[in-house]
């Protein structure tokens, strides 16, 4: 379930839970007057359903605080990071051997230490921010700074 899907059946859950608390709290209000008494008393089941009803508010304010959804976040860094892999897997510069499993033998980079991703070097263009700022492939030391991604 998505980030968004939850917060929409939450409201939901709020929404019925305030229409039974609202509804309960008529029903007691209508007996103690049934009854004359003098202060309405109010049923343990009236109780339970205010109670679930604000703390279902609770949570809906908690979720509205959290990023919209941490793995998909997770994901696209992960992407990013992944962009200086040589077609062997490996980043710029480290070890690079190739793969060596079963029916997997590629070969490695040329001299055994990753070329990078051969189809973005340090310093290409990779697109532009909403602001129009260029996004460059920064320096291999670097890449872990979202700052040196902008030209
Ligand atoms: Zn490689």
Redesign the pocket.
């Known amino acids: 379930m998505q980030h968004d899907d939850a917060t929409r059946e939450l409201d939901k859950i709020i929404h019925a839970l305030k229409w039974a608390s609202s509804h309960l709290t008529r029903l007691d209000e209508s007996n103690a007057s049934r009854h004359l008494a003098a202060e309405v008393l109010h049923t343990p089941l009236t109780v339970a359903v205010h109670r679930a009803s604000q703390g279902a508010a609770k949570l809906r304010e908690f979720l509205t605080t959290q990023p919209p959804n941490e793995s998909e976040l997770r994901s696209l860094a992960q992407i990013v990071a992944d962009l200086d892999r040589?077609?062997?897997g490996?980043h710029e510069g480290d070890t690079?051997i190739?793969w060596t499993g079963p029916g997997t033998y590629q070969g490695?980079?040329e001299g055994g230490i990753?070329?990078g991703n051969p189809h973005l070097q340090t310093g290409d263009h990779l697109g532009y921010a909403y602001s129009a700022t260029p996004y460059l492939m920064p320096e291999r030391d670097r890449r872990n700074d979202p700052e040196a991604w902008k030209a």
């Open positions: 040589c077609p062997h490996r690079c190739g490695g980079c990753s070329l």
